[in-house]
């Protein structure tokens, strides 16, 4: 009988994160996460991503990542480790796009124990080790050339190098490794290139502290923290975020022409925007650093309100200017894959780099995290399930680089990146960026707190966790959703006391119902339903959401879809592809009448299995278009068309065709 008390005991006492297990909840979070293997999924539309992620994805990504084919990346840390000989090979970055791939590779490993992708991992992981200088240093560049004679070769001399990049992505990695593995192989590398940080950013000049492009550096030195417990990673992360508003005069297209504490609105290029939010964001949660909140707050609100896309992608346009519109002209200069004006969110060309729809939601997972608000849940589930997603093929192993809302076989203007989902794409970050994102899905579906467990996801999952004050609560949860709304979560084993359950009941589901035990409680949509009581072994809750489907309108002030609608489906956003369409007739025809009516119908051999919605819209008179801007307009005469949508995630895996998101209105 002791020994569960002593157990209590010492949790209580734990206040550093002990290794191999669940860092704590934030001092300035209301919900933390859940251990890494905590939830399963068991069945359904995650467990089918997850074992897509797997068996495709991972063995995908190490085939090209452990080859040297296409680019360099583990041949890279060979090369500087001086286990071969040759040159840099690839952009910078290569090396942070590798330990992307291990920490997806070590999430996949903490649900499944494979031997197999422990020892990859662990033979990757030495050659990343002797590749380390003995101070720590660790950027494959810079490591090479100093191995073939180029001693001017030095750390951070150009902040295009990505080298923080580098860091932040090792940190990461490292700590999803030690908490899946309990091994601090990859772990000490990263404490070792930690202490080379503090070291250099000691007395850092102005343009050392502007070298934070692409800045995975801030999550992942605070992750760092949390998985050993040492403050000075800490302390680090907070220095380094002071240092670029210190040496604020940069450019938009970095974040840090403006102290980032002084900033109201998202610019610049919108990974390395969402990346310095979610590394914010780990600060805060971290220290309560209202000066950080408070900025985070309204570039969120400028983000969901004028400039991301219904299905969370971020950055519209793949070459903007900022500050836009500016009176003094001197200031304004490109953008790479820019945010972009507000309301301006244009389809066709619409950039959407997959990455920053990875960062979104990696920023929402925070924002929720520091506040317990629905609304952060909700972003992050509709940028999952749409933005992210359709980075990837249902097969799991091609990718965008970019993510379009219209694809028209004849576009306004050509394009840089393939139209098409590519097995190698030679900026290649978003392939591994998305194998992270699906192999911890898992993870970002629960939460917890003083108060009890949290969920933010709906599927057919298990999750078997200790709450803060170290009391161990099991649960399942059962559900076809997002097919269907129906979501029933029965709780296996529960401590003694009382406990809450949070439920997510998300914006869009006016009318949801909550049961426990059969007996209803009162549920507000857009927030969390706490359902508070002692619990025992087989109690029930059973949430019904409504699943109709829903016409969507933007903002008048967005030009480009004035007078045109989309159809949402609880948090899926669908598209209307060629393939569904009879022959002759192109997506631009189609209008939706005003009184349109889907029918939802499950495909179980569609694309994987998709929920589907049938209706009856029109085609509008097409006369094709010459070479003319303008004509004169003549009244079309309609005809009915039987139309089929499918979730826009599912879209471009039947080979070529034209898509849209967006549909003009009919009569
Ligand atoms: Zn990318």
Same mark, same amino acid.
């Given at each position: ?5 002593l ?10 994160p ?35 992620c797997?068996?495709?994805t ?14 360099q ?14 040159k ?12 992307k791939?291990?920490e997806?590779a070590a ?8 031997a197999?992708?422990?020892?990859q ?16 240093y ?7 050339a100093n ?8 750390p951070?001399?150009d ?6 990049? $580098? ?9 999803v ?12 590398v ?7 940080l503090c ?6 000049t102005p343009?050392?502290?502007r ?14 923290? !949390? ?7 800490? !302390? ?10 210190a ?10 022409r403006?102290?980032?504490r ?19 964001a ?5 220290t309560g ?14 983000v ?10 971020c950055?519209? +346009? ?9 009176k003094?002209?001197?200031q ?7 945010y ?11 950039? $959407?780099?997959?990455c ?10 925070r ?5 317990g ?10 940028t999952?399930?749409n ?15 970019t993510?379009?809302?219209r694809?028209?076989?004849t ?12 097995e ?9 960026n ?7 899905? $898992?993870?970002?579906?629960y ?6 467990v ?8 298990t ?6 004050d ?26 003694a006391?009382e406990?809450s ?11 949801a119902t909550?049961?426990?035990?059969g007996k ?7 927030r ?5 009581r ?10 019904a959401l ?6 969507? &309108?933007? $903002?008048?002030?967005?030009e480009?879809? !004035? ?6 489906r609880?948090?899926?956003v669908y598209c ?9 007739v ?5 209008a +939706? ?20 919605? &049938? ?8 006369q ?8 004169e307009f003549?009244?079309?005469a ?7 949508l ?7 895996? !039947?080979?070529?065709s ?10």
């Amino acid at each position: 009988m002791r020994r569960p008390v002593l157990a209590v005991l010492l949790a209580a006492v734990c206040v550093a994160p002990a290794a191999g297990q669940t860092p704590p909840v934030a001092p300035h979070a209301v919900v933390g996460p859940v251990g890494i293997a905590d939830a399963r999924w068991t069945t359904g539309f995650w467990a089918d991503r997850f074992e897509t992620c797997r068996t495709a994805t991972i063995p995908a990504l190490a085939a090209v990542m452990e080859g040297t084919e296409h680019s360099q990346f583990l041949h890279n840390f060979r090369i500087a480790a001086g286990l071969a000989d040759g040159k840099h090979r690839g952009p910078p970055w290569n090396d942070g796009d590798f330990y992307k791939w291990l920490e997806a590779a070590a999430a996949v490993y903490a649900v499944t124990k494979d031997a197999a992708l422990d020892k990859q991992m662990d033979d990757a992981i030495a050659v990343v080790a002797k590749a380390q200088r003995a101070d720590g240093y660790l950027h494959t560049p810079v490591l090479i050339a100093n191995r073939n004679g180029d001693a001017g070769a030095r750390p951070f001399a150009d902040r295009l190098n990505f080298e923080m990049y $580098n860091f932040g992505h090792l940190f990461t990695a490292a700590c999803v490794h030690h908490r899946a593995t309990g091994k601090k192989t990859l772990l000490g590398v990263a404490v070792k290139a930690a202490d080379f940080l503090c070291g250099a950013f000691e007395h850092p000049t102005p343009e050392l502290a502007r070298n934070a492009v692409c800045p995975s550096h801030y999550t992942g030195t605070v992750e760092l923290y !949390r998985t050993t417990g040492d403050k000075k990673y800490l !302390r680090l992360a907070v220095k380094l975020l002071d240092l670029r508003d210190a040496a604020a005069g940069g450019t938009d297209d970095n974040q840090d022409r403006v102290p980032f504490r002084k900033q109201t609105e998202a610019v610049g290029h919108a990974v390395r925007a969402n990346y310095l939010y979610a590394g914010a964001a780990d600060v805060c949660a971290e220290t309560g650093d209202e000066t950080l909140l408070d900025p985070l707050k309204k570039i969120w609100a400028n983000v969901v309100t004028r400039k991301m896309y219904l299905t969370g992608a971020c950055g519209a +346009l793949y070459d903007g200017a900022s500050p836009d519109g500016s009176k003094d002209q001197k200031q304004i200069a490109r953008v790479h894959q820019a945010y972009g004006r507000d309301y301006q969110l244009p389809n066709s060309t619409a950039h $959407n780099e997959t990455c920053a729809a990875v960062g979104n939601a990696l920023w929402n997972w925070r924002m929720l995290q520091i506040t317990g608000d629905a609304k952060y849940a909700d972003v992050m589930e509709v940028t999952l399930s749409n933005a992210v997603l359709a980075g990837v093929s249902l097969d799991g192993k091609r990718f965008f680089y970019t993510n379009t809302l219209r694809q028209l076989d004849t576009m306004p203007v050509p394009l840089r990146w393939s139209r098409r989902r590519e097995e190698w794409i030679s900026c290649y970050c978003c392939p591994p960026n998305v194998a992270r994102t699906v192999a911890q899905a $898992n993870a970002y579906a629960y939460g917890r707190s003083d108060r009890g467990v949290w969920v933010h996801l709906f599927g057919g999952s298990t999750l078997d966790t200790t709450l803060p004050d170290g009391r161990r609560v099991k649960l399942k949860q059962e559900t076809d959703y997002p097919w269907d709304g129906r979501v029933k979560v029965t709780v296996e084993s529960a401590p003694a006391g009382e406990l809450s359950l949070f439920l997510r009941v998300p914006g869009w589901a006016e009318g949801a119902t909550i049961t426990v035990n059969g007996k209803p409680v009162t549920v507000t949509a857009g927030r969390y339903a706490e359902v508070r009581r002692t619990w025992a072994a087989g109690d029930a809750v059973e949430l019904a959401l409504p699943m109709k489907p829903r016409l969507v &309108e933007a $903002n008048p002030l967005v030009e480009e879809i !004035r007078n045109q609608v989309a159809v949402m489906r609880g948090p899926l956003v669908y598209c209307l592809e060629s393939h569904d369409l009879p022959r002759g007739v192109g997506v631009q025809a189609v209008a +939706l009448p005003r009184d349109v009516k889907f029918a939802p119908r499950f495909d179980r051999n569609l694309l994987g299995g998709v929920a589907v919605l &049938e209706g009856k819209a029109e085609v509008a008179a097409d006369q094709p278009w010459g070479d003319e801007l303008y004509r004169e307009f003549k009244p079309p005469a309609p005809r009915p068309v039987d139309i089929k949508l499918i979730p826009y995630y599912a879209w471009a895996n !039947r080979g070529k065709s034209e898509m849209t998101v967006w549909m003009p209105l009919g009569r």
